[in-house]
């Protein structure tokens, strides 16, 4: 996401790199690189212009103070720029009335289905809300099988109406539904239909009209880029509606939707998504997008994904255990599993300041774990539970039974062994606070 932006962002600011002082020429020139960069990820030409413009104008404004370089002002003012550029605040969804009513719109493709599921899986655990989904898409095939496939999975109703064709009808029903049995939201999913397609518009207009809905999410393919612009333009002038959704941003995307959308529309973005699973949608923060496309990376979203993960409960009971030296294969095992949940490995590398400019041109496979797995599965539970138990000739046995070699066993369990006196040392504020009195002044 953004990677080949940020990499052009970063040449930009090289020609300031070394200046004593801001000038007109060296601004002129640094700017003229960033447009191009900004048009070679698909943004919006007028939107790239007056972007340039903008940060060329508080540039030459600004003083250079002793302890900040030329370089240092510029990518400051980029990323307040940037962060304005992309809303400026974080675009929360209201919930005004119960049941909330979220109508769900886009071009086919896009990923709504995909997307109610997890707007519905995310209101439920991360909003203690009671959502119900509704099967309004008539006309593809398999959609509401889709979106009840989906609901089992997170545990959440579906209503559908098999033998209607009526889309109008079906939202209306569902939303009495919701009523009648205490659920305070409703996320209506509708068909894919095409700006172009006269009547699949009407027909939207009349849902819109049946069930009033609170928030209505236009959702975007942002591997679309300008196109998905345009087309939020001619839905917007139709539906009118509150923020917009870009999905597959774990992909190969050149991130212009993203940049652009706000400046044509007017309109939030209020949701990304950021892979495949259930888990992977996150709440649009256009400060913590601009640092991560400077290359600054986003501390504050990669501990919230973690505190979504990790229950405190179960922390607390680890933290014991390290204190006494008991963190063994099992507890291990279970760290790998909570990490694996937290999304994508590069993105989550992405998040760390400066560890996704190292990352760019290496492939992180989200199997990264998985000889490690192996390694852990052949143990046997009296092996997990004691490390300290594992001599030659068992650890011969577990490289057999998991299919990688001796090398990778012995790497692992000192790698392991590792980790434990150093958590064994963090627990122990003696120990640290002595540690630190002999770290070099």
Same mark, same amino acid.
């Given at each position: 996401?953004?990677?080949?932006?940020?990499?052009?962002?970063?040449?930009?600011?090289?020609?300031?790199?070394?200046?004593?002082?801001?000038?007109?020429?060296?601004?002129?020139?640094?700017?003229?690189?960033?447009?191009?960069?900004?048009?070679?990820?698909?943004?919006?030409?007028?939107?790239?212009?007056?972007?340039?413009?903008?940060?060329?104008?508080?540039?030459?404004?600004?003083?250079?103070?002793?302890?900040?370089?030329?370089?240092?002002?510029?990518?400051?003012?980029?990323?307040?720029?940037?962060?304005?550029?992309?809303?400026?605040?974080?675009?929360?969804?209201?919930?005004?009335?119960?049941?909330?009513?979220?109508?769900?719109?886009?071009?086919?493709?896009?990923?709504?289905?995909?997307?109610?599921?997890?707007?519905?899986?995310?209101?439920?655990?991360?909003?203690?809300?009671?959502?119900?989904?509704?099967?309004?898409?008539?006309?593809?095939?398999?959609?509401?099988?889709?979106?009840?496939?989906?609901?089992?999975?997170?545990?959440?109703?579906?209503?559908?109406?098999?033998?209607?064709?009526?889309?109008?009808?079906?939202?209306?029903?569902?939303?009495?539904?919701?009523?009648?049995?205490?659920?305070?939201?409703?996320?209506?999913?509708?068909?894919?239909?095409?700006?172009?397609?006269?009547?699949?518009?009407?027909?939207?207009?009349?849902?819109?009209?049946?069930?009033?809905?609170?928030?209505?999410?236009?959702?975007?393919?942002?591997?679309?880029?300008?196109?998905?612009?345009?087309?939020?333009?001619?839905?917007?002038?139709?539906?009118?509606?509150?923020?917009?959704?870009?999905?597959?941003?774990?992909?190969?995307?050149?991130?212009?939707?993203?940049?652009?959308?706000?400046?044509?529309?007017?309109?939030?973005?209020?949701?990304?998504?950021?892979?495949?699973?259930?888990?992977?949608?996150?709440?649009?923060?256009?400060? =913590?997008?601009?640092?991560?496309?400077? @290359?600054? $990376?986003?501390?504050?979203?990669? #501990?919230? %994904?973690?505190?979504? +993960? *990790?229950?405190?409960?179960?922390?607390?009971?680890?933290?014991?255990?390290?204190?006494?030296?008991?963190?063994?294969?099992?507890?291990?095992?279970?760290?790998?599993?909570?990490?694996?949940?937290?999304?994508?490995?590069?993105?989550?590398?992405?998040?760390?300041?400066?560890?996704?400019?190292?990352?760019?041109?290496?492939?992180?496979?989200?199997?990264?774990?998985?000889?490690?797995?192996?390694?852990?599965?052949?143990?046997?539970?009296?092996?997990?539970?004691?490390?300290?138990?594992?001599?030659?000739? =068992?650890?011969?046995?577990?490289?057999? @039974?998991? $299919?990688?070699?001796?090398?990778? #066993?012995? %790497?692992?369990?000192? +790698? *392991?062994?590792?980790?434990?006196?150093?958590?064994?040392?963090?627990?122990?504020?003696?120990?640290?606070?002595?540690?630190?009195?002999?770290?070099?002044?």
């Amino acid at each position: 996401m953004f990677e080949n932006l940020s990499d052009k962002l970063d040449r930009a600011f090289k020609v300031l790199k070394g200046q004593g002082t801001i000038t007109e020429i060296n601004v002129a020139e640094t700017m003229k690189e960033i447009r191009k960069a900004l048009l070679d990820a698909d943004v919006n030409y007028k939107t790239a212009k007056a972007f340039t413009d903008e940060v060329r104008q508080k540039a030459m404004g600004q003083n250079v103070l002793t302890s900040i370089s030329p370089g240092q002002l510029l990518t400051k003012i980029m990323s307040d720029e940037l962060t304005e550029l992309m809303g400026g605040s974080t675009a929360e969804l209201s919930f005004p009335a119960t049941p909330t009513v979220i109508l769900i719109a886009g071009l086919n493709g896009a990923g709504k289905t995909t997307f109610s599921g997890k707007l519905a899986n995310f209101l439920k655990t991360q909003k203690n809300k009671k959502p119900l989904l509704v099967a309004g898409d008539v006309y593809r095939p398999a959609a509401v099988e889709q979106l009840k496939v989906l609901g089992e999975q997170i545990g959440i109703p579906v209503y559908a109406n098999l033998e209607s064709k009526d889309p109008i009808a079906i939202a209306r029903e569902g939303v009495a539904l919701a009523k009648q049995n205490g659920y305070n939201v409703v996320i209506v999913d509708t068909a894919g239909r095409l700006s172009i397609d006269e009547a699949m518009m009407v027909e939207i207009e009349q849902v819109k009209a049946a069930v009033q809905p609170h928030e209505i999410l236009f959702v975007v393919d942002s591997m679309t880029g300008q196109d998905a612009v345009n087309t939020a333009k001619v839905f917007n002038d139709r539906l009118d509606f509150t923020g917009v959704v870009l999905t597959k941003l774990d992909g190969d995307t050149r991130g212009g939707a993203a940049l652009s959308i706000k400046s044509v529309v007017n309109k939030p973005i209020k949701f990304i998504g950021t892979g495949e699973k259930m888990e992977a949608l996150d709440v649009f923060h256009p400060d =913590r997008m601009s640092s991560r496309i400077l @290359g600054m $990376g986003d501390v504050i979203s990669l #501990v919230e %994904r973690a505190q979504q +993960q *990790f229950d405190e409960k179960e922390a607390a009971e680890l933290q014991k255990k390290i204190r006494k030296n008991k963190f063994d294969f099992n507890d291990f095992y279970s760290q790998i599993q909570q990490i694996k949940k937290m999304g994508n490995m590069k993105d989550l590398m992405g998040m760390i300041p400066g560890v996704g400019k190292m990352m760019k041109n290496v492939e992180v496979d989200d199997n990264a774990f998985k000889n490690i797995e192996s390694i852990i599965q052949s143990m046997t539970p009296f092996e997990k539970e004691n490390p300290d138990s594992i001599n030659q000739s =068992r650890r011969n046995r577990i490289a057999k @039974g998991s $299919g990688t070699d001796l090398q990778e #066993v012995n %790497r692992l369990i000192k +790698q *392991f062994e590792d980790m434990r006196k150093v958590m064994k040392q963090m627990s122990n504020p003696a120990a640290m606070a002595n540690m630190m009195r002999r770290m070099p002044k």
